[in-house]
T-cell receptor
């Protein structure tokens, strides 16, 4: 069945450094790729998303890139801050009701 | 702001008990979802509903059922709770206009003893 693989499972960076999380999807019909952030004890919240007709999207310190040919997409966080520490989930959707989530990346930003 | 609420944050039940988890959203969303979240496995879809009284199986429906009698409310039922159903349960909703964007509830951490 369809799946989304996410790497790494854990990422530790120094404050101010960049963090990159990578995902690969299997369903070539996927056309919508959201990223959710889940802080400890809180609900997942959408932080950025990208559609398949766009190769890159940026919002302040976060950016997503999409390579449709390779079926890869990535989240980039620049100038990381302690409040970026959270679990990040990538996901892929074909535009229907089902969204397939990656297993999550736990990001630690050390002050 | 979309608000999705769940009936309990923490729940402890015994094996064999019938368990009800309730989710309510206040944004008139058509679509509602139940996921379970386990470490290393991400979010896995149990059931979803795209309209009142409509339900569809997700990836792991075994041992669960759902009910959607009103548009704003989506209930997850564990007919006979088992220890392997100990997990975090997350409800989500999405609207017809942007149905891929899901808004999550705070989660219910269920412990089955």
């Amino acid at each position: 069945g369809e799946n989304v693989e996410q790497h790494p499972s854990t990422l530790s960076v120094q404050e101010g450094d960049s963090a990159v999380i990578k995902c690969t999807y299997s369903d070539s019909a996927s056309n919508y790729f959201p990223w959710y952030k889940q802080e400890l004890g809180k609900r997942p919240q959408l932080i950025i998303d990208i559609r398949s007709n766009v190769g890159e999207k940026k919002d302040q310190r976060i950016a997503v890139t999409l390579n449709k040919t390779a079926k890869h997409f990535s989240l980039h966080i620049t100038e990381t801050q302690p409040e970026d520490s959270a679990v990040y989930f990538c996901a892929a959707s074909t535009g229907g009701f089902k969204t397939i989530f990656g297993a999550g990346t736990r990001l630690f930003v050390k002050a | 702001d979309v608000k999705v609420t769940q009936s309990s944050r923490y729940l402890v039940k015994r094996t064999g008990e019938k368990v009800f988890l309730e989710c309510v959203q206040d944004m008139d969303h058509e679509n509602m979802f139940w996921y379970r979240q386990d470490p290393g496995l991400g979010l896995r879809l149990i059931y979803f509903s795209y309209d009142v009284k409509m339900k569809e199986k997700g990836d792991i429906p075994e041992g669960y059922s759902v009910s959607r009698e009103k548009k704003e409310r989506f209930s997850l039922i564990l007919e006979s709770a088992s220890t392997n159903q100990t997990s975090m349960y997350l409800c989500a909703s999405s609207g017809q206009g942007r149905r891929e964007t899901q808004y999550f509830g705070p989660g219910t951490r269920l412990l089955v003893l």
